[in-house]
């Protein structure tokens, strides 16, 4: 019997199909509405991103001022006067919608348009307690500002079209005033290796018996000229016997040409103290009201000064002549004005005594260590001396002695066996001008450590209390060229001894290079081509302090050091 099957065609319904195609729709649908969403809040949140960093510039704008009154009438009000500088900015000028260099109103940014302003409290501190209130005080200006900064902006993406700071604008920085309980010189920072530099041109002095020494860091201090203006810079570090860093101090003197009016200002300067907790000299800020004269840069026509003269012009004490000298030290990372240096002695040594490098006849390493022992024992015994001599600051800041007398004292400068004085005709040396610098102490070094009740003396105090210097003047010392031509004293003025002069292969001469731009200073290379005696002089001025390279006061007073040496 033959079977039958039935067959059946397979598939979807109409129905089924039309339910797919809804579901998809609705899918599709809720994807698209998502994705505007996020297109919507990511432009919102771009225009958010865009209005905070328009307040975040204003706020770094209104405290990105130089000035703090604009009573000095070279300092124009940006918002009557055409702005000349970013240095025109004033912090009395910062007020309601006013102050910075950007100013309120409508920015564009895109296609969005954010409206900025802001709104300035001031205050002030006064009573007892030193409360901070709006109510003026007797303060010139204010202690701080309050500033509420905010941008607005309307647009479809976003609702509630605000950012908003609020932001405190000091007067000072908080550790340079009065009113600030912390200490000014910060918490102990890191123990920092320190690998100590090489002879001759940087001789280290010990400063106590448990193996500390002193030493600037650089053989020759940091040279640059600019316009009338020449800078010099050099460090010192002091470190123990374990190479660690003890104190480390910067130093940055300037000499500028200034001119113009004068002022009276509270002005910010750096002094050296005492710690009764550690024990130690530390460096801080206090202000003094002062009268400055010549507060404007005065470059003449030529080639425009360091940028640095602005604040030594500004602030620098006031001299007689058309400079300014402005010494600097870095304290808690800002250059501070300091008191001038004082200088208290000045030599001329041969290179050769603080190193055998160059194959002086019988030098040994033992005999270099020896001398260099000597040398210090000369600096530490003077400087014991003079604090000796100057028992308060009245008599310190009277003293004007400058002892030259290294050199010419032979149980100091000679141990008996090397003539360092002594140039074979065939080789040449280097002639070393060496300065030693001293601060008046402040009050408290001479206390004794807990427990010991005694006083120490200026001939038992330890060295690491007292501020002083030891450093290469070699490049910014006057040198005699030909010393065969001058027997006595130097002639002419101290500029007229820089001369760029050449030594001739048939004379003894050291050589005096003009400081310039390229900064090629060879100065102090004594060349010995015949067979004589002859006295190298060098000369700095102690009204400059030796620390820049001009006179710069009339009737400035120099003094002077030489050697005799002998060519064989």
């Known amino acids: 019997m033959k079977s039958t099957k039935a067959f059946y065609q397979k598939g979807f319904s109409l129905v089924e199909v039309m339910i797919a195609v809804l579901v998809l729709g609705v899918g599709i649908l809720a994807v698209s509405k998502l994705q505007g969403s996020l297109i919507k809040s990511g432009a919102g949140a771009n225009e958010r991103s865009t209005a905070a960093s328009l307040v975040q510039r204003k706020a770094d704008d209104l405290r990105r001022f130089i000035h703090i009154t604009t009573s000095d009438a070279t300092v124009p009000n940006i918002w009557s006067d055409t702005i000349t500088s970013p240095l025109s900015v004033a912090y009395n000028h910062i007020a309601s919608n006013e102050g910075g260099l950007i100013a309120n109103g409508l920015i564009t940014v895109g296609n969005i348009e954010y409206g900025l302003e802001w709104a300035v409290k001031n205050y002030y501190y006064s009573g007892t307690d030193a409360k901070a209130t709006t109510t003026p005080s007797a303060a010139s200006f204010p202690s701080f500002k309050m500033a509420h900064i905010k941008a607005t902006w309307e ?6 079209n605000v950012v908003s700071f609020d932001t405190i604008i000091e007067a000072y920085k908080p550790s340079s005033t009065a009113l600030d309980t912390s200490p000014t010189t910060g918490g102990s920072g890191p123990i920092i290796p320190y690998d100590p530099q090489q002879q001759p041109d940087v001789v280290p002095i010990t400063l106590n018996v448990d193996g500390t020494k002193k030493e600037t860091t650089k053989p020759l201090p940091d040279l640059s000229r600019k316009g009338f203006s020449t800078l010099v810079k050099f460090e010192t570090v002091s470190y123990n016997t374990s190479l660690d860093t003890v104190r480390r101090e910067e130093f940055q003197t300037l000499v500028c040409r200034c001119s113009g009016g004068s002022t009276n200002r509270s002005q910010i300067y750096g002094i050296t103290t005492w710690d009764d907790t550690d024990e130690k000299i530390i460096d801080i800020t206090t202000t003094r009201d002062i009268d400055i004269t010549k507060t404007n840069v005065d470059d003449g026509g030529g080639e425009s000064q360091n940028p640095l003269c602005f604040t030594c012009c500004k ?3 006031t001299l007689s002549g058309d400079f300014k000298v402005c010494r600097t030290k870095r304290v808690d990372g ?6 001038p240096w004082k200088m208290v002695a000045f030599n001329v040594i041969p290179a050769t005594y603080f190193n055998d490098a160059n194959g ?4 040994t390493s033992t005999l270099q260590g020896d001398n260099i022992s000597l040398y210090s024992n000369y600096t530490t015994s003077l400087i014991r001396n003079v604090l000796a001599e100057n028992v308060d600051a009245s008599a310190f800041n009277s003293y004007t002695t400058v002892d030259g007398s290294f050199i010419n004292n032979t149980s100091l400068f000679t141990n008996g066996i090397i003539d360092h004085t002594s140039f074979d005709q065939n080789n040449g040396g280097t002639i070393q001008a060496r300065a030693v610098y001293l601060d008046f102490p402040p009050d408290g070094i001479y206390t004794r450590i807990e427990n010991q009740t005694t006083l120490y003396t200026a001939a038992t105090v330890p060295l690491d209390r007292i501020p002083f210097y030891e450093v290469n003047m070699t490049e910014l010392a006057g040198w005699v ?10 002639t002419g003025t101290y500029t007229d001894e820089h001369t760029d002069s050449n030594c001739s292969n048939t004379k003894n001469c050291v050589t005096d290079e003009i400081l310039d731009d390229a900064g090629d200073y060879s100065r102090g290379e004594f060349n010995a081509k015949k067979v004589e005696s002859v006295i190298v002089k060098s000369n700095i001025f102690t009204g400059s302090d030796g620390v820049i390279d ?19």
């Not at 647009?155 to 509630?160: C, D, L, R, T, V």
């Open 155 to 160: 647009s479809a993406s976003s609702i509630n």
């Open 315 to 317: 602030d620098g004490d």
């Open 334 to 339: 800002v250059l501070r004005l300091f008191d």
């Open 360 to 363: 002086k006849t019988g030098m």
């Open 481 to 490: 060229p030909n010393p065969g031509n001058y027997t006595s004293t130097f």
């Open 550 to 568: 001009r006179d710069i006061t009339p009737g400035n007073v120099a003094t002077e050091s030489s050697a005799s040496l002998t060519v064989n």
